[in-house]
């Protein structure tokens, strides 16, 4: 099964990877101890068959499945647990970065016996296996880091074959699979950013699915006997960023100008017809704590002026926004931000660079603005922090949002009662809408075009293939 993408993965070493085509891969070669159900967001059991909490939430007991091995034929066993831990541990102020931001507060895994692990964290967490969902929580081989480079080798449904850098990623049946053995014998993730050209193989079955990337797309292949479309929602919010540690958005007042300069409905309504819908609050509707009332539009030039020359405004600003390459629509999203801009004598200088280069240049806080999506979470805290730059004293801190808002996603955090917990992230987000380090702009689906003789293809909620119980037909 041929599978077409617009570009290729960074990593395949899931405690470093950042981006999503990174995901997406490592998703059907490795496991984490709990998933996500394919049709919600709730967790079940994977490579951990229960678990249970103390002190709290402070400590967690995973007691672990029996019977699993890694593609190499070693045993999945404590030991494979408590080293992918412990090695991402050692090195999450580098190497491992991207877990570190993602697990800041687990101090130590330790086995209890082959087959129970005990996590100690920092604080009572009550989302814990929620947030082990995280890819960046799936476990490895023992040897897996041991020499120059990572090897990939995990207990998913299939075995990492090769990488032609830029090209394609091959992943094949792994056979003794614990829940039973895939019936593809090989998934080829291809790299094509022609639209053209993924198109025409798509239409002459020399591949087998492609993301639609514009309407454009989708009417080109809607109505065709041997093509299907699914459409689902993705858990990501693409977001209007702030750099606030200097002017001129470093006054909330010339944030809260641009929240007046943006008409949502009809923006995301023009560039992406029903392959989005605007954003709220930075949750998106599946996840835990969404409210669709808070951060309705209020386009109004009239108050976005005032609030400029509140903010000392008074002449021409001309400001840099940042956005990334390769993502559906976020290049109109950008153009059309910069003409509201200039209604109200604002410049906008847009930029499209790479995702890794865009990320380097927000983390550094060269950019005034910069457009983002954040998502792939299953804990509603990690939503609503994007790229964890919404932390006091983070050295990507380039947003803010003030001590309010970090106490109110700790004290979620912390309790275990589901009514309080919803009404904490409920305060946060409103937190968020108050000081505006950012705006929320959009809630993207996934818009999926497949050949009809591919049988058996689910995405779970993070928007994930599952190519587990896929299988193609002759016809």
């Given at each position: 099964m041929v599978y077409l993408r617009l570009t290729d993965s960074l990593t395949l070493d899931p405690g470093r990877i950042e981006d999503y085509y990174s995901q997406e891969v490592v998703f059907n070669i490795f496991e984490g101890l709990v998933r996500l159900r394919p049709d919600r967001m709730e967790v079940e059991p994977c490579l951990a068959q229960r678990w249970s909490a103390k002190e709290n939430g402070r400590r967690w007991i995973f007691h672990l499945r029996r019977g699993v091995i890694f593609h190499n034929g070693e045993a999945f066993n404590a030991a494979a647990v408590v080293?992918?831990?412990?090695?991402?541990?050692?090195?999450?102020?580098?190497?491992?970065?991207?877990?570190?931001?993602?697990?800041?507060?687990?101090?130590?895994?330790?086995?209890?016996?082959?087959?129970?692990?005990?996590?100690?964290?920092?604080?009572?967490?009550?989302?814990?296996?929620?947030?082990?969902?995280?890819?960046?929580?799936?476990?490895?081989?023992?040897?897996?880091?041991?020499?120059?480079?990572?090897?990939?080798?995990?207990?998913?449904?299939?075995?990492?074959?090769?990488?032609?850098?830029?090209r394609t990623i091959v992943i094949s049946r792994f056979d003794s699979y614990w829940g039973g053995a895939p019936r593809l014998d090989r998934v080829v993730f291809k790299c094509e950013p022609s639209t053209a050209h993924r198109?025409?193989?798509?239409?002459?079955?020399?591949?087998?699915?492609?993301?639609?990337?514009?309407?454009?797309?989708?009417?080109?292949?809607?109505?065709?006997?041997?093509?299907?479309?699914?459409?689902?929602?993705?858990?990501?919010?693409?977001?209007?960023?702030?750099?606030?540690?200097?002017?001129?958005?470093s006054a909330r007042a010339a944030r809260k100008a641009f929240f007046h300069l943006l008409d949502k409905n009809t923006l995301v309504k023009r560039i992406f017809q029903n392959f989005a819908i605007a954003a709220s609050g930075m949750l998106p509707p599946m996840s835990p704590g969404y409210d669709p009332d808070i951060g309705r539009d209020d386009y109004n030039l009239g108050k976005a002026r005032r609030l400029l020359r509140q903010a000392g405004m008074n002449r021409?600003?001309?400001?840099?926004m940042y956005y990334s390459e390769g993502q559906f629509g976020m290049e109109d999203v950008a153009k059309a931000l910069a003409a509201s801009a200039r209604s109200v004598g604002i410049v906008v200088r847009p930029k499209k660079l790479p995702f890794a280069e865009l990320l380097k240049a927000v983390q550094d806080?060269?950019?005034?603005?910069?457009?983002?999506?954040?998502?792939?979470?299953?804990?509603?805290?990690?939503?609503?922090?994007?790229?964890f730059m919404l932390y006091p004293g983070s050295r990507s801190s380039t947003m803010t949002a003030g001590s309010a808002f970090t106490?109110?996603?700790?004290?979620?955090?912390?309790?275990?009662?589901?009514?309080?917990?919803?009404?904490?992230?409920?305060?946060?987000?409103?937190?968020?809408?108050?000081?505006?380090?950012?705006?929320?702009?959009?809630y993207l689906h996934h818009t999926l075009a497949y050949n009809k003789r591919l049988r058996g293809l689910r995405m779970?909620?993070?928007?994930?293939?599952?190519?587990?119980?896929?299988?193609?037909?002759?016809?």
């Amino acid at each position: 099964m041929v599978y077409l993408r617009l570009t290729d993965s960074l990593t395949l070493d899931p405690g470093r990877i950042e981006d999503y085509y990174s995901q997406e891969v490592v998703f059907n070669i490795f496991e984490g101890l709990v998933r996500l159900r394919p049709d919600r967001m709730e967790v079940e059991p994977c490579l951990a068959q229960r678990w249970s909490a103390k002190e709290n939430g402070r400590r967690w007991i995973f007691h672990l499945r029996r019977g699993v091995i890694f593609h190499n034929g070693e045993a999945f066993n404590a030991a494979a647990v408590v080293t992918t831990f412990r090695e991402r541990l050692a090195r999450r102020s580098d190497t491992y970065g991207s877990f570190g931001r993602f697990f800041p507060y687990l101090l130590d895994v330790r086995a209890l016996d082959d087959w129970t692990v005990e996590f100690l964290l920092a604080k009572p967490y009550s989302q814990f296996p929620l947030a082990l969902v995280d890819q960046r929580a799936s476990i490895v081989a023992v040897d897996s880091c041991a020499g120059a480079g990572f090897n990939p080798v995990g207990t998913g449904p299939f075995v990492f074959s090769e990488w032609i850098r830029g090209r394609t990623i091959v992943i094949s049946r792994f056979d003794s699979y614990w829940g039973g053995a895939p019936r593809l014998d090989r998934v080829v993730f291809k790299c094509e950013p022609s639209t053209a050209h993924r198109l025409l193989q798509l239409k002459n079955r020399s591949a087998d699915i492609n993301f639609i990337r514009s309407a454009k797309e989708h009417d080109e292949l809607l109505g065709r006997n041997e093509i299907g479309i699914v459409s689902e929602p993705k858990m990501i919010t693409y977001f209007l960023g702030f750099n606030c540690r200097r002017p001129p958005f470093s006054a909330r007042a010339a944030r809260k100008a641009f929240f007046h300069l943006l008409d949502k409905n009809t923006l995301v309504k023009r560039i992406f017809q029903n392959f989005a819908i605007a954003a709220s609050g930075m949750l998106p509707p599946m996840s835990p704590g969404y409210d669709p009332d808070i951060g309705r539009d209020d386009y109004n030039l009239g108050k976005a002026r005032r609030l400029l020359r509140q903010a000392g405004m008074n002449r021409e600003l001309s400001c840099r926004m940042y956005y990334s390459e390769g993502q559906f629509g976020m290049e109109d999203v950008a153009k059309a931000l910069a003409a509201s801009a200039r209604s109200v004598g604002i410049v906008v200088r847009p930029k499209k660079l790479p995702f890794a280069e865009l990320l380097k240049a927000v983390q550094d806080g060269i950019p005034e603005m910069f457009l983002l999506g954040w998502g792939y979470a299953g804990d509603p805290g990690v939503l609503m922090n994007p790229m964890f730059m919404l932390y006091p004293g983070s050295r990507s801190s380039t947003m803010t949002a003030g001590s309010a808002f970090t106490a109110l996603l700790a004290l979620a955090e912390s309790t275990e009662d589901p009514v309080r917990r919803a009404r904490a992230y409920d305060a946060a987000q409103r937190q968020l809408q108050k000081e505006l380090p950012l705006i929320p702009l959009f809630y993207l689906h996934h818009t999926l075009a497949y050949n009809k003789r591919l049988r058996g293809l689910r995405m779970n909620p993070f928007g994930f293939l599952i190519f587990k119980d896929a299988s193609l037909s002759a016809e």
